[in-house]
């Protein structure tokens, strides 16, 4: 759990107090990309009960997140899911709200379409994390057809949502 560029530090600090607080105490969440484990101690620190589902080790489940009938996870199994700097990746929102229950959380953060250039000037600066592979799903999080519990836009560039599952 190595430090991240300056950038990507701080934001991962804000999307962490962002949702914290808006989860129940003991909230089952599955964390899909979850790296390098930051984000996942840090929730278990608080209680919640945290899965892991990444393409490689060392995640709970490894395997793609599009295929989760297939590695065994429940539908409506989690009370929240995380997705950070993943659906610009992978077209993954209908399994992400296949995977959160009724009325349950949906974390998502991505860079804005409009300035993946600019994520791509900080990257090359060392400020942010390098991309594990191309953005081929850029999407904008306002028209996203879930009821938004927050949505910002820091530094225009990136956006951070929360979303509540209404499947």
Not at 72 to 97: N, Q, S, W, Y
Not at 103 to 126: C, F, K, R, T
Not at 134 to 139: A, P
Request: glycine share 8%; net charge neutral.
């Amino acid at each position: 759990m190595g430090r991240q560029p300056l950038v990507s530090e701080l934001s991962r600090r804000r999307k962490l107090a962002l949702f914290a607080g808006r989860l129940q105490p003991g909230s089952h969440i599955l964390e899909i990309g979850a790296g390098d484990g930051w984000f996942t101690a840090r929730l278990r620190g608080l209680g919640h009960r945290v899965t892991t589902l990444d393409l490689e080790p060392p995640a709970d489940v490894v395997g793609d997140v599009l295929r989760w009938r297939d590695l065994g996870l429940p539908e409506h199994g989690f009370d929240a899911v995380v997705a950070l700097e993943v659906i610009e990746h992978v077209d993954c929102l209908d399994a992400l709200r296949s995977l959160c229950r009724p009325g349950g959380l949906i974390l998502l953060s991505s860079p804005h379409p409009a300035w993946d250039w600019a994520m791509q000037v900080l990257e090359a600066l060392h400020l942010t994390q390098r991309r594990t592979s191309g953005h081929v799903n850029l999407t904008d999080f306002a028209r996203i057809p879930l009821r938004p519990v927050l949505r910002e836009r820091p530094m225009w560039i990136h956006q951070v949502a929360i979303f509540r599952n209404e499947t």
